[in-house]
């Protein structure tokens, strides 16, 4: 055996093991490989290597210095990252030395480099130099099916069948999955069909000729196909799962009907299709559908968690709520995999149930997982609503102090101390947070609105200026602004300024259709202001843009439409603030 290639062939595992980033094997898709993996392929090269010395495909040649030197750096290049360029340099060692151990390093680092031309170079040379090499064989199909030449690819695919047919399945499977990257689909099922004409039993034949058969938009075969697979291997399910996926990315009610069909075909469905098959309902909104479903998948598998969370969500969807716990709390005692989420979700049905104080106990379970915090937080809003609201508010204290969320968990304690009627308490709490986040703008916002409910205007001001100066756009605080500059009835030019801004982001919203009629009828012009405001009450029947609206009308001497919209305030909330002053100062 010549020197030089014996030398190539060991040098290329001795500089990979030195290097920190190892090179992956050859692979039909160069993907990275695990350990094990690597290690059975090195154990393959090795015997390879023994291969070779009796392969009459390797040519007898003396060593030349250029050969040598283009072998060693190209793995040097390699090793420091020029996977690439590596690549082209094997290749053209191949066609000057027309060794096929070139070629296939050739092959083995552009399949790494993503370099698909390349690599289909360098493995048609390689097959060409060595015609028996069964891996060079289907490495260049699974190569020309990846750059979509199945066509090409023919006479490839046809030995590979005839030589291993014991490897059909697998090699059918490859061209399924490979389906959508060829360019001819109509060439391409007219192929794969003629191919799984000949395997009619094989149900990776018929899963092959479904998938190109969908890519050609040839819906027939397709239907013909699945109701073949549902005789043949009815419990084989990658072929419905594959058109699941499909549907479900086109059109989810499609995917619906295509599975109500496939469970008709095959009653012995496993869990996990009939799983998929009530979350598509339930995304469908067909809840009582799904429903139907999960119960009688639940005679199947009385005791599965997954399956009785299923069940559980899906009564509490449809308001059935002592079956909902009973499924939910039978998934938990059955080793659900999110014992937290299982706990948060009963803490929700126990509120539906009127029952606080359970809620309270579920909550407090949630010790982990991304709604430990929401259980937290909703556990000391039913402790406020109670009547502990000091409680609730330190039951907090740990997690405010976290910078993570400190923010959020602020701002609960003030809106629960506001709900308790502690404004003041509220505002502290909120500058105690700003101490540490001075800027924060939702903290800023809410410290704001409370000041002005406090009838501090010139603070609630000072804080919106603050969030504007880092937030120029912020339409909520656009229009907070300018309805405390409108409520004091100063610089109303510049405060309808700030609210045109808002309204014109937000064209929409009754927030800032009533800060616009209230600034306008604040300038003297009613009628104007009118049109804004009735808007903005049909939008939403708010008690404080009742009071607006009822105050425009009165002045335009429309008093009992005023009348009535108060009345209709009243019932909302009789004892709201803005409502109440409104009607104080007028006398109706």
């Known amino acids: 055996m010549n020197a030089l290639f014996r030398f190539a062939v060991i040098l290329a595992p001795l500089a990979l093991a030195a290097c920190a980033s190892p090179m992956p094997p050859a692979s039909a898709d160069a993907s990275a490989s695990s350990p094990a993996t690597a290690a059975t392929a090195q154990q393959e090269d090795d015997i390879k290597e023994v291969a070779d010395a009796d392969n009459p495909a390797i040519p007898k040649q003396q060593l030349k210095p250029e050969w040598l030197y283009g072998v060693l ?48 170079a360098a493995l048609g040379l390689w097959l060409e130099l060595d015609p028996a090499d069964e891996m060079a064989r289907e490495q260049f199909f699974v190569t020309l099916l990846r750059s979509g030449k199945l066509a090409e690819s023919r006479a490839l695919l046809e030995t590979l069948l005839e030589r291993q047919p014991k490897r059909a399945a697998a090699i059918f499977v490859q061209l399924a999955r490979l389906a959508a990257r060829q360019a001819d689909k109509v060439g391409a099922e007219q192929l794969v069909s003629e191919l799984a004409a000949r395997y009619p039993d094989l149900p990776e034949a018929r899963f092959a000729h479904l998938a190109v058969a969908a890519e050609a938009g040839k819906q027939d075969a397709v239907e013909a196909e699945l109701a073949r697979l549902a005789q043949i291997a009815p419990q084989w399910e990658l072929p419905v799962m594959w058109q699941l996926d499909r549907l479900r990315r086109q059109n989810p009610a499609l995917a619906v009907d295509f599975l109500t069909v496939e469970l008709a075909r095959r009653p012995q469905a496993s869990l996990e299709l009939g799983m998929n098959y009530i979350r598509l309902l339930a995304g469908e909104k067909r809840y009582a559908e799904a429903d139907s479903y999960a119960q009688r998948l639940l005679q199947r598998y009385p005791k599965q968690p997954a399956l009785l969370h299923l069940a559980g969500l899906l009564a509490f969807q449809n308001g059935k709520l002592e079956p909902a716990q009973q499924y939910l709390q039978a998934a938990l005692a059955n080793g659900f995999n999110d014992p937290n989420e299982l706990r948060f979700v009963l803490g929700q049905l126990a509120e539906e149930r009127k029952q606080p104080q359970e809620a309270q106990a579920w909550y407090a379970q949630v010790d982990a997982g991304e709604n430990r915090l929401p259980a937290r937080v909703r556990a000391a809003q039913l402790q406020a609503a109670a009547g502990q609201w ?146 903005a009450f049909a939008r939403m029947p708010d008690p404080e843009v009742a009071a607006h609206l009822g105050e425009v009308l009165w002045s335009l001497g429309r008093k009992d439409e005023a009348r009535s919209v108060w009345q209709q305030a009243r019932q909302l909330d009789p004892n709201h603030p803005v409502l109440t002053e409104t009607l104080d100062r007028l006398k109706p």
């Open 73 to 120: 750096a190209s793995e040097l290049a390699a090793q420091r990252g020029s996977v690439a360029p590596a690549a082209e340099s094997y290749l053209a060692l191949a066609r000057t030395t027309r060794d096929p151990r070139m070629a296939r390093r050739a092959s083995e680092f552009a399949l790494f480099a993503g370099q698909i031309n390349v690599a289909s």
């Open 390 to 535: 000091q409680q609730a508010i330190d039951s907090l204290a740990d997690l405010a102090a976290d910078p993570q969320h400190a923010a959020r968990i602020s701002q609960v304690q003030s809106r629960i101390a506001k709900d308790a009627g502690q404004p003041e308490r509220a505002v502290a709490l909120l500058t105690q947070a700003l101490q540490s986040l001075p800027e924060q703008a939702d903290l800023l916002y809410e410290r704001a609105l409370l000041l002005d409910g406090l009838k501090r205007p010139d603070e609630a001001e000072r804080d919106l200026r603050t969030l504007l100066k880092n937030r120029p756009g912020d339409t909520q605080a656009l229009n907070a602004l300018g309805y405390v500059m409108t409520n004091q009835g100063r610089n109303l030019k510049e405060a309808q300024g700030y609210i045109e801004q808002a309204l014109k982001a937000e064209p929409d919203s009754a927030m800032i259709l009533d800060s616009m009629g209230w600034v306008l009828y604040r300038q003297g012009y009613a009628q104007q202001a009118l049109k804004y405001l009735q808007e």
